[in-house]
């Protein structure tokens, strides 16, 4: 993690390991904040979560979940369906059509001040998250992409 903001995103279908995920994420972030209160340099500032997934990440609708109080994150593991919501949308398969949709997902990520990406999904999610990784990095944003499997 860095001294940037990190981002949850689930993918794919709204299966019952996505709630737990994403309170896990949530949890073990706000714990190590809370932990190393001077460790500003490598723990996240904020906490946001992409609603609706790919799609919310497109459209720059990220959530604060800052918000939430300690209870409601860890009640978030045993609630039906996927909380911050999720959607099945891939990347576009043209090369030229992908390149545009990345730029525009990296210009989301810079104006939030992501530097952390965690994707909860399956084959295809995780394909997403390299991509995404691949286009941070050609374009010089630190981005540390982590894939959660479902």
Not at 76 to 97: E, K, N, Y
Request: positive net charge; aromatic residues 2%.
């Amino acid at each position: 993690m860095s001294g940037r903001n990190l981002l949850y995103l689930a993918s794919g279908g709204p299966t019952p390991v996505l709630n737990v995920s994403a309170s896990a994420v949530l949890q073990r972030a706000r714990e190590a904040r809370a932990a190393s209160p001077g460790a500003g340099q490598r723990l996240p500032r904020r906490i946001l979560a992409a609603r609706d997934g790919l799609i919310g990440l497109r459209s720059g609708e990220l959530l604060d979940t800052d918000v939430l109080r300690d209870a409601e994150v860890s009640q978030i593991a045993h609630t039906p369906g996927a909380v911050f919501g999720t959607c099945r949308d891939m990347l576009a398969d043209a090369p030229r059509a992908r390149a545009r949709e990345l730029a525009g997902i990296l210009q989301v990520l810079r104006q939030h001040d992501i530097g952390s990406l965690i994707l909860s999904g399956g084959n295809g999610s995780m394909d997403t998250a390299l991509q995404l990784h691949l286009a941070a990095r050609e374009a010089g944003w630190p981005l540390a992409v982590v894939g959660v499997p479902k």
